[in-house]
C-alpha cells in the first residue's frame, strides 16, 4: 500500500503539482486572515475553507472551476448561520445537520459543481460544531472565509493555474430515472440513515466530540457509488486514523502546540492529503489525522485521550454508513463498476486516437490530457473494484477475475502513455501499419463496450507477438493484446472459474 502511493503514474505531475499548490494556497489563505487581524478560530476557519475549495472544486475546466469556487459562500454562509443558531438546540440542531447530509449527497444529480456544494455546506456546518461557533462570530467568520477563498483563488487561477481535464468526484452511475430508481436519491437516503446512526452512536460516546461519528460517515460517503466500495472505504477510513494517531501524537506532542512547527506539521499533512487522495484513502485519512492532531495542538486542546475518542467516533460512523448500505435500498457493485470501466476503455480509444493523430503529423493533437484523464478513471476502477480484490474476500472466481481486469487495463495504460511519448518526439514518423492498428484497437473497444452480445462476439482474437522495431507499434501491438485479452473475463459469467486461473 504504501509503496504503491509512491510508484503511482503521475502523468504532468499533476498530484505533485497538486499537493504544492494546496499547500500554497491554503497557506497563503492563513497568512492573509492573519493580517487582516483575525483570531486562531477564525483563521482556521478560513484554512479549511481554502482547502475544501482546492480538495473538493474538479470541475473539467478552469471557467467551471472559477464559477463553482465563487458559489461556495453561498451554501456556505446560510449553513454557518444556521448551525451556529441552533447552538443550544440540540434536537434541532440534529436534524438539520442530518438534513443538510441527505442534500450534500442528494446535490450529486447536478454533476461536479453539486457535489462540491454540497461538501462545503455540509463542512460548514461541521466546522461551526468543530470550533462551537456562536452566532455573534459570525462576521468574523464571513470575512474569513471570503478572505480565504480570494488568497486560495489567486494561486489556483492565477499562479499556478492549469486545467486537470480529470472526471470529477463521483456520481453513481444511474445518475437517470425518477425517485428510487436514481442512485442519487438511493445513496442520499442511506447517508441520511448512516448518520442518524452515527449521530446516536456518537452522543453516547460523547456529549463534546459527537459530530466525529457524523464527520466520518460523510466523507465514508463521498465518492462512493455501491455497497462493495462504501464498505470498503469504511474499513480504510479507520484504517488510515489507527495509524494516524500515534504517529500524529509522536510529532506534535513535543511541539507543546507551538505556532511555527505547527504550521509545518499542518503543511505536510495537507501536501499529504492532495498527493495521496488519488492513489491511496488510507494514506489520504492517515494525513488528515497527523493534520488533525496539530490543529488540536494549536488550539491548545491536544490529548491523547481525545485523540483515542476521535478513533472511537471514526469507527461509530464507519459503521453507521455501512449498516446504511447493507440495509437500505443498497446499490450494487456490478453496474457501478462496469460503467467506469467502459468509460476506462473508451478512454483509451481516445487515447489511441490523439497519439495517432500526432504521429500523423497534426500540431493540435494531445494525448497528454487524456492520459490524465485515463489514470483517474483507473483510479475509479480500482476504487469501484476493491471490495472483490480485497484481501479478505470470499468470492475466489470473481477475486480472480477483477485481478485479471484490473491487470489487463494497467497494461493497456502503460502501453497507451509508451505511444503518447513516442509521439511526442518531432522526429517520430507515421506509415499505414500505424493506421491499421489503431483502426484494430477501436474495433477492440467498441466490441468490448457494446451493450448487447452478438457485438461482443466480435471482440477481435488475440494477436500472434510480434517482434517490431518501431517503438509505436511494438505499443499499439501490446495494446491490441491487452484488449483481446480482456474479452473473457469481461464477457463470460462473473461466478465462473476463469481458465488458467
Known sequence: MLKRMFVSPDPGRLRL????????GIGLAVVVCGLAGHSLVAAVTGGLAALLAL???????????AITTALLPAVGFPVLAL???????????DAAFLAVMGLGVYARRWGPRGHSLGVFAFMAFFTTQFLHTLP??????YSAVAL??????????????YERRLPAAAVPTSATGKGLAR???????????GGAIALTAGLLLSEQRWYWAVGATWWVFVNTASR??????GFRRVLGTLIGIPIGLAVVVPLHGAAGPSAVVVAFGVFGIFYTAAVSYTWMVFSVTVMAGALYGLLGVLDPALLMLRLTETGAGALGAMLAVLLVLPVTTHATTDAWIQRALRCVHACTAEAA?????????????????????????RLSLAPLVHPLSPLRARKARAGQVLALLDTCAHEVRGLASVAADPEASHDARLAAACWRVEASVEALTASDLPQRAGVPSIPPHQTVAEPALAHLHGLERALAELAAPLHSDPRAPLIGV
Do not use: M, N
Not at 136 to 141: D, I, K, R, Y
Open 357 to 381: 493523430a500526432r504521429l500523423s503529423g497534426s500540431t493540435t493533437a494531445d494525448p497528454a490530457p487524456r492520459i490524465a484523464e485515463l489514470e483517474a478513471l483507473l483510479g475509479r476502477v
Open 228 to 233: 462493495g466500495e462504501t464498505l470498503v472505504r
Open 183 to 193: 442512485a442519487t436519491t438511493r445513496q442520499a437516503i442511506q447517508a441520511t440513515v
Open 136 to 141: 455573534g462570530q459570525l462576521p468574523e467568520l
Open 83 to 93: 448551525a451556529a443558531g441552533l447552538h443550544d438546540h440540540p434536537l434541532a440542531r
Open 17 to 24: 503539482r497538486s499537493g504544492l499548490r494546496a499547500v500554497l
Open 55 to 65: 480538495f473538493t472544486v474538479l470541475d473539467a475546466t478552469v471557467r467551471d472551476q
Open 148 to 161: 480565504s477563498l480570494l488568497a486560495s483563488s489567486t494561486v489556483r487561477f492565477g499562479l499556478l493555474c
